[in-house]
């Protein structure tokens, strides 16, 4: 018996009557304080995390579920979920491609990603010569050598307490919304990334060197510190459609730059839409918050938004440091029956704060897109700039796109300006490139591509090229 | 508050010479007031400015009772000079006079409209205080094919004799085919800490042209609210444009619904504020056709300890192809206790549109001031003439060039 097997065989005495069985360790349905227990406890966390379950899960009691945003949802019923289960073993598995959906192994071969990730990607066991294992302990050595800190958040409780103590929900609190104090609650697992001072990270980090990345579940929670005068940029998602049993995803992503630290976050989300008729797919409600902290620090979250029945988020900078600096750039395409309502917030508190939005959202088929955000300069925040662009893209009269921004200038020194439109391919554009040979399809994707052109450029090399055919992608069927 | 509200309620109703069916609808209004309360920042509306949190702060308990069977007496200083017009005086809530002897009598009905409450949509419980407390409501109608000679000017006045800390006054008006009005809201106060809430329903026929100025220019502390409602069929236009200087609260909200082809609306408005004064202005735009058009331009100039919101909604539906949509809000913030918010919305439901807004708020431009003086002005002659020129850029959107000259001179714009 390995260990994990003792833990589970300790487990089935568990006062509460936890039902247990190898192959799929499950909590019992339903949230309350038991639950919470159970997780912490199957996690090996000590006390002083427990506490800040137990307090979260204190306050989410009195919350309630927001209402306000543009997409609605039919109601969640969260003492149905259940909020802790170990990875499926291999045994549910697919066991080769074979097995897939065509429609799946198709857009692989379109986004061009190679057998042996489509492999990994449904968790299909992979053969040991292309194991992805060995690629990651390359990296790791790499990263130990500049004294990095990139491991799973369990992990990280375990081993770098103090860190993780001193950080964690300090951007979001357990106090905030009823989301993010759900993830606070019941989280189970997530990255955590420590960027030590001085140091700037010699490679991308991304969640596919972390082995078993794919054991996140649905309430994943992140933590990313760059130390002093340190820089990193982390990737998170891939273009490749992702499948899940779970319907909610409410994860919490916290970013700390400190004095002069850089961290650019970028986010390839294509989840599972639900099918053309808006059956299924995954409500991505995600809380992501970055603090500028120190004197010229910077965040910049880049995002690709493409899948997801509900998209639901607003990474935000808390620009707290005089001379900080916080960036957005967004791509959002929603097609069919998607929504989504996503945007940013950008509060400046220090001095010659800055900060630049640019958002440009793709709405398509019978879908719903709304960008909202917030430029709050607070009256200490002297000097501070902001500028906002949202330009909006519709296909379609059974689509909609809507902007919601929020300005508050409390400052007379700064200046906000923010601009904002809404279009439609050009007749004249669309028949240009089609005299010129591309089919319409071909037409729109180059189109959009150029559209998006300020934010595509934004991510890095790896996930560029991707992104840009994924954006065709995500808008098939759409013309005509 | 409710008590209070209650009673001065009933002794209004005896006051009147209303039936039986309409003192039960206004009970209902009341009732339905009574239930929501003043709006407050918890609703989406009222984020930016909360009114009864500043009704409490500046007046306190509010009453509600005057004695709408006395007449008041006119002060004639208060009327414009220099501008031949019609009138429409209203003291302290209660319609004193109604005077239209510039025109074709024949040509403009007045009626009674008290227990014909119009119908729109709305989530606000001002219109429901509005409509339980009105004494009187009339429905203006200009006939079909003909044009005002002269403005209207309506005069909103206050005297020392005003019983209540509350005024509710609300006016309905119908443009027949290619009909023409100009009309201009006059306020003067003579007393202050009184909440002050107006309401006005416009229905444009065909070919039908509103223009709608409303001054709020001497300082004085009232709160007020004014809730302008405007359909608008084929080809008509509507104009309103607001100058919100002179009160300590001011929300101006304008609701257009274009509901017929190729018409359009325009608003523009200025905030020129000081001194713990709080203004707003929110405007909602709704495309429901193909071929409508619309244009929002909205400046504010924010002295020491003001604060101005605007919220304006570009709505088209998905049947509005073609639609024309434009908004811009400006600010200037001019001392560091100064405050701008916006919230510039686009709900969009159509492919074939041009739609845009854009907001842009800071300091006076260094570099401007540096030029003017550098020929010779001074500081503060530099920033007022910076200031003049962007506050006339709003001014010169006004289509009539009388009433044009006459804003010009009222807000003191040179050219």
Known sequence: ?480 | MNEQIQLDFYKIIKTLKISEKEIQLKKSFLKKFIENGFPNRKQEDWKFLDISQIIKKNIGELSFFNDYSLPNKIDPSIFVDGLEHNKIIFINGRIEKIDFSYEDQSQIEINDEIGKNIKFDYENSLIDLNNAFTNKVYKILVKKNYSLKKPLIIYHSTNNKIKSKNVNLSLNFELEENSHLRLIDYFNDNTGKNFVNILYNFNLKKYSILKNYKLDKFRNNNLKYSFNNIEQDDNSISETFILSAGSDYFKNEVNCNLNGEFSSAFINGILSLNENQQHEIRSTINHQVENTKSYQLIKSVLGKNSKSAYQGRIFVNSKAQKTDGYQLSKAILLDETSEFNAKPELEIYADDVKCSHGSASGSLNENSIFYLMSRGLNYQQSKELLINGFLLDVVEKITDSEIKNLIKNIVGLKE
């Open chain 1, 1 to 480: 018996m390995d260990t994990r097997e003792k833990d589970i065989e300790k487990l089935k005495d568990y006062k509460y009557g936890f039902t247990t069985d190898i192959e799929n360790i499950k909590a019992p349905k339903g949230l309350n304080e038991d639950v919470i227990k159970f997780i912490s406890n199957i996690k090996k966390e000590p006390q002083w995390m427990l506490d800040f379950r137990l307090k979260a899960y204190k306050r989410l009691k009195l919350l309630k579920e927001p209402n306000w945003q543009k997409p609605k949802y039919p109601k969640i019923d969260y003492q149905d979920l259940y909020y802790y289960s170990a990875p499926k073993s291999m045994k549910d598995k697919p066991k080769s491609l074979d097995e897939l959906d065509p429609k799946l192994l198709e857009t692989y071969k379109k986004l061009g990603i190679p057998l042996q990730e489509q492999a990994r990607l449904n968790g299909i066991a992979v053969d040991a010569v292309f194991d992805s294992v060995s690629v990651a302990t390359t990296f790791k050595g790499e990263l130990t050598k500049h004294g990095i800190i990139f491991c799973s958040m369990s992990e990280a409780i375990q081993k770098h307490p103090d860190l993780v103590k001193k950080y964690l929900g300090t951007v979001i609190p357990v106090t905030d919304h009823f989301f993010a104090t759900l993830n606070s609650a019941v989280f189970t697992d997530g990255s955590f990334v420590y960027i030590p001072e001085g140091v700037k990270c010699p490679m991308e980090l991304s969640t596919y060197f972390r082995i078993n990345a794919s054991q996140t579940g649905q309430f994943e929670r992140t933590l990313i510190i760059a130390d002093k005068g340190s820089y990193v940029s982390y990737l998170e998602g891939c273009t490749a459609p992702m499948r899940d049993e779970n319907q909610l995803h409410a994860a919490n992503v916290e970013l700390i730059a400190l004095d002069d630290a850089e961290i650019k976050y970028s986010t390839v989300q294509n989840w599972y839409p639900g099918d053309e008729n808006g059956k299924g797919g995954i409500y991505n409600f995600v809380t992501k918050r970055g603090l500028c902290k120190g004197k010229n620090s910077k965040i910049s979250w880049t995002q690709v938004e493409t899948g997801s029945a509900i998209t639901w988020k607003y990474p935000s900078c808390i620009l707290k440091g005089d001379n900080s600096i916080g960036e957005f750039y967004s791509i959002a395409i929603t097609n069919n029956h998607q929504k989504a309502d996503t945007g940013t917030k950008m509060i400046h508190l220090g001095k010659n704060t800055k900060s630049k939005i640019i958002s440009k959202g793709i709405s398509a088929g019978f879908s719903d897109m709304t960008y909202r955000g917030l430029v709050d300069i607070n009256s200490k925040a002297k000097n501070s700039s902001n500028y906002t662009q949202c330009d909006s893209l519709l296909m379609g009269n059974k689509c909609g796109a809507h902007t919601v921004p929020y300005i508050k200038n409390k400052n007379f020194d700064s200046n906000i300006a923010h601009e904002a439109t809404t279009s439609k391919i050009s007749e004249a554009q669309l028949h240009y490139c089609q005299q010129r040979g591309l089919n319409p399809e071909e037409a729109v994707g180059l189109i959009v591509n150029g559209f998006c052109k300020e934010v595509l450029q934004q991510l890095p090399m790896e996930f560029a090229v991707e992104a840009q055919k994924l954006v065709g992608i995500s808008l098939e069927g759409s013309v005509g």
